[in-house]
């Protein structure tokens, strides 16, 4: 297209016309003479592949193929023919000089139009929007653009030989499959894809009259993602804080979307699958893991993977508070039991340090040893409270949740439990109370009886 340009256009189009003549068979559309040197120049200079004269057969999907031999006399093109070019590679090229961009396959064409003239035709693809979502089919569809270009006109123009394409995809549905064009630029002919799969792209291959080799696209599958917000997104690390994690399901899929999945790189989601609400929101509570930033992905059905980032920070602010709250709370015991001594203090006040300590992490995880509920959210000075608590009651001497031994009633204390097999029973003898003795005074005692053996 390039190397065209320097042509000269002008002379081009008029040795076309001045060798334009009437078909001797009949037909309709003019016999084209085109000088070598012209088709060289036309379709890019000489090549490892030399210029094949290609002829549609309607009864046939396979054009007849055949190299053109060398010499200086002019080449002729008659009616169903075309001149081609094949490069030595199939790859497309991505034609930004027009006004919409397009994708070019890598064939270069001389066909003659309908008034005698020449069109310097390759096969345009235009897939700009790839496939996306669609709520009423619940598919992924989207329709992609085929046409011919034209580089030695900017306007339409009616092709004497139409050009033949076939296209397959792996999508669900191809539709048209095959497309004969008669026409360069718009408007372009429409193929619609359409798959229900869970993928990122669609595999579309096209073969041609121009080009027998398959060129093959990848038309990529636009898929949303669930939005994620972490309030906060930055949090203690070592498992002292959470974080709520917001999701939100685009509204074009709430209707196949009832749950997401978490995954995280760090932390500990509350639960690995949620579902969402009619609106698509669901909340997600996540406790930090070790220090640094975590990876949160969250996946849906339909739906690309998300992925949002929290960090785990290290809790240099919680350790302060808890510290000073250690050391109030530590402070205060012995200032209450009037024993100011130095030791005792300093003594009190590392213990105290050190329960706050261990209170306000057991506090921050889940475990309520104080058996205290404060109704606050986390934070320095909540952790600073419980520390002072913490260091001031001290820990509990026994588990707090460990069940208490059952009251005995009146009639199991009396009585007297059985001895075990093998065990030796001791007689005890009861001293007998007369019924009109008087009770003991606070000075007197009760008789008792030494029921030591002798």
Avoid: C
Avoid at 26 to 43: D, K, M, N, T, Y
Avoid at 251 to 280: M, P
């Amino acid at each position: 297209m390039r190397r065209l340009a320097t042509f000269p256009l002008v002379l081009l189009t008029l040795v076309l016309l001045t060798l334009a003549a009437t078909s001797a068979d009949g037909q309709s559309f003019p016999i084209v003479r085109i000088p070598r040197a012209a088709v060289e120049s036309a379709l890019g200079g000489r090549g490892d592949r030399r210029v094949e004269r290609v002829r549609a057969t309607p009864a046939a999907k396979t054009a007849d193929r055949q190299e053109v031999s060398t010499g200086t006399e002019p080449l002729v093109v008659r009616p169903g023919e075309v001149l081609v070019k094949r490069a030595d590679d199939t790859h497309p090229t991505l034609d930004s000089a027009s006004a919409i961009h397009h994708f070019d396959l890598s064939a270069r064409a001389l066909a003659p139009t309908t008034t005698g003239a020449l069109a310097r035709i390759s096969i345009a693809i235009l897939a700009q929007r790839g496939l996306r979502y669609d709520s009423k089919t619940g598919q992924f569809a989207g329709l992609i653009d085929v046409g011919l270009d034209d580089s030695l006109s900017t306007v339409s123009r009616k092709l004497a030989t139409p050009v033949r394409i076939y296209l397959d995809s792996d999508a669900d549905k191809t539709a048209p499959k095959e497309l004969s064009i008669d026409h360069t630029k718009w408007p372009y002919a429409s193929v619609l894809l359409q798959t229900a799969a869970n993928t990122d792209s669609v595999t579309l291959r096209i073969v041609s009259d121009l080009d027998q080799r398959p060129t093959t696209f990848r038309i990529a599958v636009t898929r949303e993602g669930v939005a994620v917000n972490a309030s906060p997104p930055s949090i203690y690390a070592l498992g002292l804080e959470r974080t709520k994690l917001g999701l939100h399901v685009p509204e074009a899929y709430r209707h196949r979307v009832k749950a997401v999945s978490i995954r995280t790189l760090r932390g500990s989601a509350d639960a690995t699958s949620h579902k969402v609400d009619a609106t698509g929101m669901a909340e997600v509570s996540l406790r930090s893991g070790g220090i640094g930033v975590d990876t949160v992905i969250v996946e849906a059905d339909l739906l690309r993977p998300t992925m949002a980032t929290v960090s785990y920070n290290f809790p240099l602010g919680f350790l302060i508070a808890v510290l000073l709250g250690g050391l109030v709370g530590g402070a205060l015991r012995p200032l209450e039991e009037g024993n100011t001594k130095l030791k005792h203090l300093r003594n009190r006040i590392g213990v105290g340090a050190l329960s706050g300590l261990v209170v306000t992490v057991a506090w921050a995880v889940g475990i309520n040893i104080l058996q205290i509920a404060p109704d606050v959210a986390f934070g320095l000075g909540a952790s600073f409270v419980v520390a002072a608590l913490g260091a001031h009651y001290g820990l509990p001497r026994g588990l707090p949740w460990q069940p208490q031994p059952k009251a005995q009633t009146t009639q199991e204390r009396a009585v007297p439990a059985r001895p075990t097999t093998g065990e030796r029973q001791v007689p005890v003898e009861v001293a007998k109370v007369p019924a009109d003795a008087k009770a003991p005074t606070a000075t007197s005692a009760i008789p008792t009886r030494d029921l030591r053996t002798k």
